[in-house]
Each structure stands twice: as structure tokens, then as C-alpha cells.
């Protein structure tokens, strides 16, 4: 699959997310991008693609969330609300980080957490100027 979308409505960014079940799946991903460019959207989707057994709900305030599905554990972190690197050990994200799941943090941009990290991928979400998004995986 091409690894650079332009998206004009969400439904559009739902195929996104069935077609990426399998390719991120036990994966480390950064969701990366500006406020409102559709980070938790796309996380929904995912979740609901996996075959969701729960309810999704924007971590934003929880900055853990944890979903059971068909495809595996999904663990969805949102960095958003966090001051300071630090933070994330007392939160135990670094332990998290070696679970058999799939990982998708909000925000990872946020920290120098690379340095912890070996292997990751990236899907980037950039608004353009008619409301579009650009969705790229890297
Ligand atoms: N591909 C898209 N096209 C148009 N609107 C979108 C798209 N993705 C998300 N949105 C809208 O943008 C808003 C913010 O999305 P959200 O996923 O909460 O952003 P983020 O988590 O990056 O801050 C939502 O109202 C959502 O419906
Ligand atoms: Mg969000």
C-alpha cells in the first residue's frame, strides 16, 4: 500500500485504519500532528477495526487507554496533559512499552522518547488549508 493519503472526510480515514490493523499491529506507533488534525479519530477507527469488544474513549484525561480486541491488546497513550519526561516512568509508559501489543501514542513527538525506543512507525496527520488531511506512514 502507498504510504501517503489525502483524506477529505473521516470515513475516508476509517479504510485507513482497517488496512492498517495488520501492518501495526504488535507495533509501536507515534501518532503524531496538531491538535484536531484527527489523531483520536484514526485511534477509534483502529479499535473498532481490530474488533473492539469495548468502548473507545479519548484518553485525553485517563493518558492510558486499554482495549482487548480480536487483534490483540491496543493500548492507546495521549501525552497531551504531561508536563515532564519524568512523568512517564511514574505512569510505568516505559514498562508498557514492552508489552505484546499494539501501542499507540498520542503526542510522542512531545518527549525525546525515541532514545528508549528502537523500532517504532510513524503516521503523521497534517491538515491542509481546505480542511483535507494528509496522512503519511512511515
Ligand atoms: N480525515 C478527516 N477529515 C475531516 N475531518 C476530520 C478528519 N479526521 C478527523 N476529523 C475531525 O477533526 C476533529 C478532531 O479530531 P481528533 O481525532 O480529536 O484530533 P486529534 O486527536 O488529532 O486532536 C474531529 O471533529 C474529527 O471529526
Ligand atoms: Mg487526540
Sequence with gaps: MDNEFVVNYVE????????????????????????????????????????????????TFSIENRYETKNGVIIHFDLYRMQEEVELDMIGFYDTLKEEATILIEWA??????????????????????????????
Design 12 to 59: 475516508e480515514t476509517k479504510s485507513i485504519a482497517e488496512e492498517l490493523t495488520s501492518i501495526l499491529k504488535n507495533n509501536i506507533v507515534f501518532l503524531t500532528g496538531e491538535i484536531g488534525a484527527g489523531k483520536t479519530t484514526f485511534t477509534k477507527y483502529f479499535v473498532q477495526a481490530c474488533g473492539l469488544y469495548d468502548e473507545v474513549y479519548s484518553p
Design 109 to 138: 513527538d512531545k518527549f525525546n522518547i525515541e532514545k528508549y525506543i528502537k523500532n517504532y512507525k510513524i503516521v503523521n496527520f497534517k491538515v491542509n488549508g481546505d480542511g483535507s488531511r494528509t496522512i503519511t506512514i512511515k
